[in-house]
Each structure stands twice: as C-alpha cells, then as structure tokens.
C-alpha cells in the first residue's frame, strides 16, 4: 500500500520510455491497419475511420442539398453504401443541426484524404491545448501517445476537437472571459458534455462567459436554420428517441460506453436504475466542481478538474471520448511535478492514462472502470484546492520541473563566471 499510495513505482525512467514504446506500438498499428485496407475498408470490411464514415456522409448530403436526409437513417445508409458498397456497416449521424455546418466542408473531398486532413487539424488543436497545461518539451510524447488518442483517431471521431474546446476555452476563462465563451458556445455541436460549463458559469458568477457562450450558440442555430430550413429540425427532432433507443440498450455496445449509466446496465440493472445513478452522479459532480471553482486554484487544475466532471456527467459517453482525460491529467501531473506528488496521485495518473487502453476489454469482462477511475481523479484535483491539504513529496532528483532545472542552470553558470 505505501509503495500505490507514494507512487515511487513510476521512475523518471518509466515516465520516459513506456510512452515511446506505446507510441511505436500505435504508430505501427496505425500504419499496419490502413495498408492492409483497400478501397476505403479496412481488413474487416469496415470503413477506414469507421465513424467518419458517418460524418463524410452527411457531409456529401448537406452538399447535394438534402442535409435533411442525414436524420433519416435509410437515406444516411445509402449515402455510406455509395461510396464503401452495399452490406458496409451503418454508422449513425445523431448530432444537432449545428454539427453539419463542422462537417459540411468534408465532402468536398476524396473520402481519405478528408480523413486524414481532419485528423489532423484537430489533433494538432489537441496538442497544442494540452500543452498549454504542462508546458515541458518531454511531455508531448504522453500527449501524443495517450491511448485515448489511438482509439479517437481509428474512429475517425471528432473527440480531440472537443477536448481543445473546453481546454482553451477554460484556460481564457480569467482573463478574457466573453472570448472563452464564444469558444466554449461552439461545443452545442456536442450537447451532451455541455450541461458541466453551466456550473462553471454560476460558480465564478462569469456572466461575460455566459453571454459569450450564449452568443455563440444563437449564432451557429440561427445559422443552420438559415442554411439547411427550420424543417431540418423536424427532422432532427424525429431521430432523438432512435439515439435514446441506442443509449438504453447498448446498441453500439457497454463496453464501448464509459458512463455510470452504462456501468449499471452492463452490470446487468434496469434503464430506471441506470438513470438514477446517472441522475445522482451528474449532481454529485456538479456539487464538487462547484466547489473547486470557488476555490483561487489555478486556472489548469479548475479546467482539470471540468474536463473530468464532464466525463462523469454524461450519460452518453463512448471510449474515444476518453481524450478529454488528457486535461486533468496534464493539470495534475503539472501540480505534481511544480509543487511535489501528494499520495496516490502518481499511481492515481498511471492508472488514468492507461484507463482508455484498458477501458472496453474490462467491459467486455462486465469490469467497468471508468466511472472510478475518472472520479478518483477529480477527487485528487479537488483535494489539492482544499486548505488542509496533504504533505506533497517532491519530484525525484531526475525529474525536477523544466523551469526548477533552467533556474538551477543559470544559477550554477552564473556561479562559474
């Protein structure tokens, strides 16, 4: 137990190499997967990017004039068909209105090479927010090989846009507070992981944050009502039970899914249930994320902490959604490596990070982690805004801070001159 609570086990060494192995290990996967595809598919016959395959279809509808067609489930289908061949898997296009003016551009090009464009702008949005949490050259190893970011990027899924979203946005939050609410407003794109920045809002009272939000969201309906006809939403209203249907009896899988509700139901328990959990996890959260935003905790740590209060409010949550564990991660490791490791927070961050590679198999095995393991560390972000707080142990002597080993540096130079 002193060896878990202090975390000794995870050397500078260990910090340093097992995430260049995962990295070689993914970038090989990476590769092996789209050679050994052909035509768009992959070895199992399943689209490259799987789920983008969804959103390339959307796109080609919206650009034939017929965005309305995405809600429809068969005319959705036969856009996929078209390009992968018919008997190709479905994947569902369940987003509001506003998401078809993100993915609207898409179409314009060849299926793979708007894949790859996609990933990566919005990989490289992702690094350059999560840096700005831990701001160290040896930490962009970690960020980009964090397991969550190999499952996001076989998906083809749009998780690392909506990682550095709510990381910008609640990093500007002090300082220009109406432009980090324009930023975080475009995440109605994805509502089910907003309802937690509302929380935000009425902690620090950030009403330019809310009216910048606000701004944002009326913008982008008002625009996709222009564009696409009010009947769009008719539409999209039409296809909101079928995504519901889909949650409640694990279409896609609950293994796939991470939330507490899908935990009580791949253990086995009722919607009813599943919901009630739900219900009294999202506002346990939102009580203890309010409480850490009351707190003069630095920026990162309070963004941290929202990062992994969105992931536990949710019911509709899928594993590649994991990438925005990136943020309490890197805010914990930075408090860590600043001001001394507190106990668990070492093997509390190992077990993070590993959790997105280890999260669907243990489903599969009726062993649901997330929930735990993210609440576990929000909890540890939580402890660190308290005023009595535990006896920090201090970095090793070969893993001191970037700017501690610059000062010591400059210090030891100015000595010899």
């Given at each position: 137990m002193s060896l878990i609570s202090s975390g000794l086990w995870l050397t500078p060494k260990r910090v340093y190499w097992y995430p260049k192995v995962f990295f070689s290990i993914s970038l090989a996967l990476w590769v092996a997967y789209v050679l050994t595809g052909?035509?768009?598919?992959?070895?199992?016959?399943?689209?490259?990017?799987?789920?983008?395959?969804?959103?390339?279809?959307a796109s080609s509808l919206v650009l034939s004039g017929h965005a309305g067609d995405a809600y429809d489930q068969i005319k959705h289908y036969e856009a996929q068909q078209a390009h992968f061949g018919e008997g190709v898997q479905y994947y569902a296009w369940f987003y509001p209105p506003s998401a078809l003016l993100l993915v609207a551009p898409l179409g314009i090009l060849p299926y793979l090479p708007a894949l790859i464009i996609w990933l990566a702008a919005t990989g490289a949005a992702y690094v350059a927010t999560v840096y700005r949490f831990i701001q160290r050259a040896d930490a962009i190893?970690?960020?980009?090989?964090?397991?969550?970011?190999?499952?996001?990027?076989?998906h083809g899924q749009n998780a690392f846009l909506s990682t550095a979203i709510v990381g910008t946005g609640l990093l500007m939050s002090d300082r220009r507070p109406f432009a980090a609410g324009l930023i975080l407003g475009t995440l109605c794109f994805k509502p089910q992981l907003a309802p937690m920045l509302a929380v935000v809002v009425v902690a620090r009272m950030n009403w330019k944050m809310a009216l910048g939000a606000a701004l944002s969201v009326c913008s982008l309906l008002i625009s996709a009502t222009l564009i696409f006809g009010l009947e769009v939403w008719q539409?999209?209203?039409?296809?909101?039970?079928?995504?519901?249907?889909?949650?409640?009896?694990?279409?896609?899988?609950f293994a796939k899914m991470q939330s507490a509700f899908a935990t009580v139901r791949l253990l086995g328990g009722g919607i009813g249930l599943a919901y009630s959990i739900q219900a009294l996890v999202t506002i346990s959260i939102a009580v203890l994320l309010f409480m850490i935003w009351r707190t003069?905790?630095?920026?990162?740590?309070?963004?941290?902490?929202t990062g992994a209060a969105i992931l536990l409010g949710t019911p509709f949550l899928l594993d590649?959604?994991?990438?925005?564990?990136?943020?309490?991660?890197?805010?914990?490791?930075?408090?860590g490596l600043e001001n001394g490791f507190r106990p668990y927070?070492?093997?509390?961050?190992?077990?993070?990070?590993?959790l997105p590679l280890m999260a669907r198999p243990a489903g599969f095995a009726h062993i649901p982690l997330s929930p735990e393991v993210v609440a576990c560390l929000l909890v540890l972000i939580w402890r660190r805004t308290t005023k009595?707080?535990?006896k920090a142990v201090k970095?090793?002597?070969d893993a001191v801070p970037a700017n501690q080993s610059q000062a010591t540096s400059t210090s030891a130079t100015t000595r010899h001159c």
């Open positions: 052909h035509g768009g598919l992959d070895f199992r016959g399943h689209p490259i990017g799987t789920d983008f395959s969804s959103f390339w279809a190893i970690p960020i980009l090989c964090f397991p969550a970011v190999l499952i996001n990027t076989i539409q999209f209203a039409s296809i909101v039970p079928v995504s519901a249907m889909w949650l409640e009896y694990g279409v896609m899988g003069s905790a630095s920026p990162r740590l309070r963004a941290g902490a590649y959604d994991l990438v925005l564990l990136s943020l309490p991660i890197a805010a914990l490791a930075a408090e927070e070492r093997t509390a961050l190992a077990c993070a990070w590993l009595k707080e535990p970095p090793p002597g």
